[in-house]
C-alpha cells in the first residue's frame, strides 16, 4: 500500500507570492491534516480535513486555507507569502470514526514539502 | 493552550547504550504515538499506546503509557548509529479520530557522541 505522497518536495517562491501544495493520502483514509514545522515551534496543526469539510483548525491566519476532493487528496494554499512561511510542510492521513480502532487516531506523515520564502 | 513537555531536549548516545525519553503534561490524554523523523524526511510511526499501563514494543524500542494518562515513555535499547534522528511523542486528547486533538511534543534529538 502506498504511503502519503506529497508534492512538491521542494520549492522557492518569492516574498507576496502565493503556492500551492498536494498531498495524496494513504488509500483508504479520509482524513488528512496539514502541519507547518519549524526548528522553533515544532509541529504546528494547520488543519484538518474529512469528507472535503473542513473540520479543525488551529491558529494560523486566513492566508492559510485548504480543501479537500472527493478522492481524498487535498491541497494547501498559503497567499501573501512572508519570509515567516518558510518550514517544512507535513501532511498526514488517518483513519476516523468507526474506520478507526476504538476512534484513536494514528496519523501517518507524508515526506513534507520544504518551502523556502526568499 | 495544551502543551507536551519532552524530554531530554537533546541527547547523545553511543553504540550499545540504552536511551530513555519521556513526555508528560497537564491534560489526561487517551492515545500516546511516538514518531521518529529523519533529516528531511517526515515522521514514522514507531509505537502507538491505547490504554493506560500498556506496554508496547516494537524491536529495540519500548514504549509505555502511564498509568496516570499524563506521561508515557520511550525506550531504546543496545542503541545503533541508525537510532539518530528526532523523536517526537503525540497525545490524543478526547476520542473521535481527530488530528485535531493530536499534540506533539517539541522532539528529542538524538546525536552520536563525538
Known amino acids: 500500500k502506498a504511503g502519503v505522497t506529497q508534492t512538491p518536495r521542494y520549492l522557492i517562491k518569492t516574498r507576496g507570492q502565493q503556492v500551492t501544495l498536494s498531498c495524496s493520502p494513504i488509500s483508504g483514509h479520509r482524513s488528512v491534516s496539514w502541519y507547518q514545522q519549524t526548528p522553533g515551534q515544532g509541529l504546528q496543526f494547520l488543519f484538518e480535513y474529512f469528507s472535503e469539510t473542513q473540520r479543525n483548525k488551529g491558529n494560523f491566519p486566513g492566508r492559510f486555507s485548504g480543501r479537500q476532493f472527493s478522492n481524498s487528496r487535498s491541497e494547501m494554499n498559503v497567499s501573501t507569502l512572508e519570509l515567516g512561511d518558510s518550514a517544512l510542510y507535513l501532511c498526514a492521513s488517518s483513519l476516523v470514526g468507526r474506520e478507526a480502532r476504538l476512534g484513536n487516531t494514528e496519523a501517518f506523515f507524508g515526506q513534507g514539502t520544504r518551502l523556502t520564502v526568499v | 493552550g495544551q502543551q507536551l513537555n519532552q524530554n531530554p531536549q537533546s541527547m547523545f548516545i553511543q553504540e550499545g547504550e540504552d536511551v530513555s525519553m519521556n513526555c508528560t503534561s497537564s491534560s489526561i490524554f487517551n492515545t500516546w504515538l511516538w514518531y521518529k523523523q529523519d533529516p528531511g524526511e517526515g515522521p514514522v510511526l514507531l509505537i502507538a499506546?491505547?490504554?493506560?499501563?500498556e506496554l508496547t514494543s516494537n524491536g529495540r524500542l519500548t514504549a509505555q503509557f502511564g498509568i496516570t494518562r499524563k506521561d508515557s515513555f520511550l525506550n531504546i535499547s543496545a542503541s545503533i548509529p541508525s537510532d539518530v534522528g528526532i523523536y517526537f511523542c503525540?497525545?490524543?486528547?478526547?476520542?473521535?479520530?481527530?488530528?485535531?486533538?493530536?499534540?506533539f511534543g517539541k522532539g528529542t534529538k538524538l546525536s552520536v557522541k563525538p
Open positions: 503525540a497525545g490524543q486528547l478526547g476520542y473521535g479520530g481527530s488530528q485535531g486533538n493530536l499534540i
Open positions: 499506546l491505547y490504554k493506560a499501563g
